[in-house]
């Protein structure tokens, strides 16, 4: 049908044109004052400045309130007021003045033309709620796990935290390697910064760190940081009651034992009494004052360790603060006003060069360098962190794809089911153009339902992700502030849209592409379809398959990890220790008084019922700690290739309490003491190492940074202590507690004969009777200990499994209903080959083979896609090759059925079809 001036479509424009230009004269005329409407229709006489741009600036908003004024007649009796051509027009029935801008006719038309398709997407999908409802749910699952993926990050690294202003000014400041490594900096490295750098208004500095707390007669363990006199000032927090730091509260080292007090501590500790500022609390067995609050959701700037306590840098006895060799500090700066991001390491450079040149040794192969300001700084490129950030990824985004061509290849077949429909609408003047922004339309409002419904499960389950994240010293969980923002709500927005145009856009082009001849035939079914629209139907299933096979693959690999570590032999039997940490050093214990403490400490846990065996060590196993920063040589190893390893200061007896001998030698013993030659145990993997071929026991080994300058082999215990489970072979010393100077933050392991939870109390009371100062934390079993160590396995089989089990689901749906719908539209070719004589098992065969077809290209491209994708597993499996054969073939199998069931089906239904009822069929 044409589009002269007599064609439905120009009336019913017209029509439409002078009904909503009466809305607007109506509603603005009668309403504008008490609105305060001035746009759109203005009076000529009051009307100063650019006329144009205002108008279009306003449109959208009075264009959606002149639809609920259709009602209303037009001031000149009810006639249509068409749009004018050119020029501002007074419009009929107003008084003189009152004129319309032609500029917003296009923006007019194009809102009024948008919101039909979606009214009549809205109706569609109203009239087949089952297929609206199916999308929404699959859909959902998709942008669900991607948008939980984004919120954590987005709480994590993109939102800034409570308490922290203008975080766009702030920087870290640190060491670079040759490697490219951020590092830390030493005390004396701050000073000297922040004295001397001109392009920043504060140079600040933390250190996480945790205490003792003692205040009403209780002790706790409670997170700190010690941090510079500037700090609040860098982050511009406010300090509600009380004070802050005087600048020269941390300026001499040992002095300035005041504390500021977080707004959740106050709360907690002190019931919000206005009185704090001037009590004193004992940090660490030192008296403190408490000078200040501050504001409320202020908890530090490092996410992983939230703190509740904050006392000068001066205070902190952790390590030798006038040393420039230790780098422990984490600086950040806050430039200057007028000072441009891009150039904060030139101007660092202009203080670094002759720091260097002064401190040449201490500054060999190093530079200083600024790196982006977050809340989680150093622990960002860790690892476990990059691993799990792949594995998220990757899995999310594949689910993603997966239920996009799911949804898309339901929208195709309902397209298909169409066809008369549509070549109607063609027909009446619709246009190609037209029918796509209907589908279009279609697609976006099932994704904005589904993005809605993922952005709250996105909140809930970032929130669920961040308390399963197991803490370095076990005091709290990660603390996420993840509402819904506008990252969030943008980031939804953007994956909605994308997923519309991912969906929807394929049954759009192939539903504008349909004959209008065809479809207005008498008679004429649209069984079949165009090749191009089955051929497209077909590369999305055969999409699905391949997204199912690798998400099983990937499930499969870490689902057996999982199953390897469980059963795995560490020689350790951790279901019978209890175990509990205490911390001596900041209870002021010097290291005799220390070790005498810890003597009796294990005599008296020893007389307790229930108990076989204690002793104590630095580093619990499993649990991540005791990287050397000193090296290791002897037998092989010349000093110039030392050895890095992993050391543990331990009691006698230990390996026995943990029920693990000794391969061969013998443990540490009384005799083992300051007064006899120092003593180590090393492991199979150093001992392979730096002894190969010869018997380990009686060599000597040296390594720097210790007093002694060498060392006697007396035993070698097995591997599988490592901290990361999934290598198991990583070198490692024991040294002996009662020979070498080391912190007394120790572990107690007690060896139980029943349930090593009974234990637990009895071991905090005879702690308290010793000395009520001293808390006992991170209590509980080797078991727990353990199976924290391999959370990213344990978190990837999760979200794998999950993952695995949707593709599943999905496809297997997904290829049923494509084959249903292939073989209903089929039923009259059916009905006439079955009723020229065609067997049933021929019609059967021929009704597989599209399934066959789809299913074979797809496990095919599943199999390259999977080989490729599991490298990215690679840091989080334990015993499993990315590549296993076993895996990937019980994976293809178990697709392969899927399919084929999901196939028969439909076929085996098709093949028993009645001819007669089936040539009747339309």
Known sequence: MGNGAGSPRVANANLGQGIHATCFGTYLKEHADPLGVEVLIRRKDDYTGDWETGFAREMTTFFLRSFRTARYRSPNGGRRIPYPDSGPRRLPGFSTGWVWNPACNEVFMMLRSLLTDFGSAFRSLRRNPGLALAAVLVLSLGLGANLTIFSFFNAALLKPLPGIRGEDSLVLIGRSNRAGQFLNLSYPDFADLRRDLKSFSHVAARQPVAVSVAAGGQTERVRGEAVSSNYFEALRTRIVLGRGFQPNEDAVLGEGAVVVISHRYWQRRFQGADSVPGQQIILNRAPFTIIGVAEPGFRGNYLPAPADLFFPVSMYSGVELASRDATWLSVFGRLAPGYPSGRANVGLATVAVPMRLKHAADFKDMTFRTARFNSVDEDLGS?????????????????????????????????????????????????????????????????????????????????????????????????????????????????????????????????????????????????????????????????????????????????????????????????????????????????????????????????????????????????????????????????????????????????????????????????????????????????RRMFPGVNAVGQIIFADARETPSFEVIGVARDGLSPNPQDGKVPAIHFSLNQVGQNLKQTIFVRTAGPPSVQLAPMRQVVASMDPNVPVFDQGTLRAAFEGSFFTVKLAGTIATFTGLLAMIVSTIGLYGLMAFTVARRTREIGVRLALGASQTRVLGSALAGGIRSTGIGLAAGLALSLTVTRVLRNVLFGVDPVEPAVIAAAAVFVLAAALTACYLPARRASRVDPASALRYE
Not at 451 to 473: F, H, K, N, R
Not at 530 to 541: C, D, E, I, N
Not at 601 to 612: I, S
Request: with cysteine.
């Open 383 to 687: 690892g476990d962190a990059s691993a799990m950030t792949a594995v998220l990824g990757v899995l999310t985004l594949l689910s993603l794809f997966l239920v996009c061509a799911n949804v898309a290849n339901l929208l195709l077949v309902r397209a298909a089911g169409r066809w008369r429909e549509i070549s109607i609408r063609l027909a009446l003047g619709a246009g190609r153009l037209g029918i796509i922004r209907l589908f279009l339309a279609e697609g976006m409002i099932l994704a904005l339902v589904a993005a809605a419904a993922g952005t709250i499960a996105g909140v809930w389950c970032s929130e669920l992700l961040a308390a399963m994240i197991p803490t370095e010293d076990g005091i709290g969980r990660i603390e996420l502030q993840a509402g819904v923002d506008s990252n969030l709500l943008i980031a939804a927005l953007v994956l909605a849209l994308l997923a519309t145009l991912a969906f929807a856009g394929p049954a759009a082009w192939a539903a504008s592409r349909t004959s209008i001849q065809t479809g207005l035939k008498p008679g004429e079914t649209g069984a079949g379809g165009s090749a191009g629209r089955t051929r497209l139907r077909t590369v999305f299933a055969a999409v699905q398959v391949a997204l199912c096979l690798t998400l099983l693959v990937c499930a499969g690999l870490v689902g057996r990890s999982m199953m390897l570590l469980a059963r795995s032999d560490h020689g350790v039997e951790l279901d019978r220790v209890a175990i509990g940490s205490i911390d001596l050093e900041a209870g002021k214990y010097t290291q005799p008084q220390g070790r005498a403490f810890l003597r009796e400490l294990q005599e008296r846990v020893r007389a307790l019922p229930g108990v076989e065996s204690v002793a104590v060590a630095r580093i619990v196993p499993f649990s991540g700690g005791g990287m050397s920063l000193f090296g290791i040589w002897g037998g092989s190893r010349s000093k110039e290739a030392r050895l890095h390893v992993n050391t543990n200061v331990q009691s006698p007896g230990f390996f026995d309490t943990i029920g693990m001998p000794l391969l061969y030698g013998r443990d540490f013993g009384p005799l083992d003491n300051e007064a006899a030659r120092p003593a180590v145990i090393i492991n199979e993997a150093l001992a």
